[in-house]
T-cell receptor
Framework: GEKVEQHESTLSVREGDSAVINCTYTDTASSYFPWYKQEAGKSLHFVIDIRSNVDRKQSQRLTVLLDKKAKRFSLHITATQPEDSAIYFCAASRNSNNRIFFGDGTQLVVKP | AQTIHQWPVAEIKAVGSPLSLGCTIKGKSSPNLYWYWQATGGTLQQLFYSITVGQVESVVQLNLSASRPKDDQFILSTEKLLLSHSGFYLC??????????FGSGTRLTVL
């Protein structure tokens, strides 16, 4: 089955700097790649996604890049703020089979 | 607007005791529903999903079971808790084809 790996377990940046979180996946049939944010002690909420028919998607300070050849996708956060501090999970799925595979999460710490 | 409610918010239970966690979604007809488990500080493990009333597919059982008694309700249960059941249980539903929307979760501590 699909295996999603997040390469950074922890990432620490200074406020105002950029942060990049990288994920890889194994299933070439995966076509949907969402990102979720989990603040301390809370549930997950959706932040941004990308589908396999594009290689870049931006929403305000967030950009997702997808490299299908390398089976790699990444979340870029610009002008980081303390409230960006959280665990970020990447995920991958096919359209059709109700299985969504998550990475292990990256703890992002934004230092003032 | 759709809302998803999980209950209880937290539970402290003894090993060997039964458990029932619930999830209700309002404002969405025939949602796909999911149960996830997150060990403390850990990754998310998909446990079950259901696409219709009375139908549940198991992904990883972990000595748990799930049921969908109503269109808007998803129940996770076991008759005998293990220490390894401790963690954070999340119910979620799917928007459109793929985006998961999570409930606020139930934190379970098994002693």
């Amino acid at each position: 089955g699909e295996k999603v790996e997040q390469h950074e377990s922890t990432l620490s940046v200074r406020e105002g700097d950029s942060a990049v979180i990288n994920c890889t996946y194994t299933d070439t049939a995966s076509s949907y790649f969402p990102w979720y944010k989990q603040e301390a002690g809370k549930s997950l909420h959706f932040v941004i996604d990308i589908r396999s028919n594009v290689d870049r998607k931006q929403s305000q300070r967030l950009t997702v890049l997808l490299d299908k050849k390398a089976k790699r996708f990444s979340l870029h956060i610009t002008a980081t703020q303390p409230e960006d501090s959280a665990i970020y999970f990447c995920a991958a799925s096919r359209n059709s089979n109700n299985r969504i595979f998550f990475g292990d999460g990256t703890q992002l710490v934004v230092k003032p | 607007a759709q809302t998803i409610h999980q209950w209880p918010v937290a539970e402290i239970k003894a090993v060997g005791s039964p458990l029932s966690l619930g999830c209700t979604i309002k404002g969405k007809s025939s949602p796909n529903l999911y149960w996830y488990w997150q060990a403390t500080g850990g990754t998310l493990q998909q446990l079950f999903y259901s696409i219709t009333v009375g139908q549940v597919e198991s992904v990883v059982q972990l000595n748990l079971s799930a049921s969908r008694p109503k269109d808007d309700q998803f129940i996770l249960s076991t008759e005998k808790l293990l220490l390894s059941h401790s963690g954070f249980y999340l119910c979620a539903w799917i928007q459109g084809a793929e985006t998961l929307y999570f409930g606020s979760g139930t934190r379970l501590t098994v002693l």
